[in-house]
Structure formats: C-alpha cells, structure tokens
C-alpha cells in the first residue's frame, strides 16, 4: 500500500515555485498563479520585523526538515539549520516517527479550476496502519496554541483536487521550538468545510 501511495503522491511537474516574490508558475498554462491559499485565507497585509524573522527562521528551519526527511543524514541537516540545530534537533528525536514516516516533502498543488496554488509542508503515513496525515510545521520562540484550520483546509482541498483517490485520516501541526515539540490534530473535512466557506467569502469579496 505504501508503494502505491507514494506512487499516487508525484509531484506536479508543471508547478514552480519562486520564494521571491513567493508566487507559484503554472507551466501548463504558461502564467503565474493569479492567488495562493494564504492569498485566501489572509485577513491582514501588514508584516512586522518578528514576523520577517519568523518566515526567514521558518524557511531555514524546512529547508533542514526535509533535508533529513529524505536523506536521512541528520549532520547534515543540522549543518544546514546553523542557529536552529537544536529546534531541528528536538524534531528529529521526537517520538512520532517511532509510528509515522514522511511519505512526501514539499508537495505543490494547483487547483486550476479556481487559480489558486499552494504546497504541503508533508504528507505523514502510519507505519502499520497505512493512514495518511496532512501535517505542517510551525515553528516559534514559545509554544502557543494557535487555530490553522482554514490553511489546513486549503491543503486538504488542493490534495484532493488533484489527487482524488487519495483519504486522509488526520492533519497534524507540528510545533517546532527551542524547548521541544508539540502537535494540535484536525479533522481533515472539518478543515476543508472552513476553507471552502473562507473561499466563498473571498471570491464574493473580490467579484470574481
């Protein structure tokens, strides 16, 4: 099963990503992507510098996440997060991959029905049950429970556009901090029901 799953999970070669200025290229249809799901979801333009700090740390800190999610060669992920070794470091030790694995690592997806694009940190399979999770890592200087439903949603709802065959049992946060890790669960069709209805509200916003 997990042969065929990951078989199912390719990658969209006709999806680019351009971190600056964080847009997605559809080589398809040979245009940008006119909306992201944070385009969606967003109810603020305004960034801060902890903010910029916070994406620049959270970009280091996925960069070393998936270097040994698919190399497994955590040296080297560990060189690569400089600074934030030891956040990385509490991930890699903790006792979730005793049950799950990641099964695929920065999936970009497209919904070309509505224009919208956006990538899953990765998608977590259950060692003996198979089940799939929807996971995303967050990373902060404390811990603080925080609602990400609707991002969720949007992921959950890009997956099965283009991937239907596929069900997800979970999605999963993954809090990554400098003292250690915490999860938050959710319920995959809940968080689709939310984004769908933020997605409404946005297109009627917009009159598009």
Known sequence: M????????????FVEFYPEPHKYYDLKRKCYVARSVSDVIKTTDFVSKNMEKAAERGTTIHGAIQIW????D??????????YAHWVEHLINYRMWDTWEPLVNELRMIDRKRDI??????????????????ADYKTQEKYQKKNHSLQMGGYVSLLYENYPSITLFSCRIIYITPNGIKTQEYNPN???FDYE??????????KI
């Open 74 to 83: 955590k040296e080297l992920a560990l060189a690569y997060a400089k600074e």
């Open 197 to 206: 209805e933020a997605r409404k509200a946005y297109f009627k916003k917009a």
């Open 190 to 192: 809940e968080c689709m």
């Open 2 to 13: 997990k042969n065929n799953i990951k078989d199912i999970l390719v990658q969209d070669p």
């Open 117 to 134: 694009a956006g990538s899953c940190d990765v998608v977590l399979q259950h060692k003996k049950t198979g089940m799939l999770c929807l």
């Open 69 to 72: 999610s698919e190399t497994g």
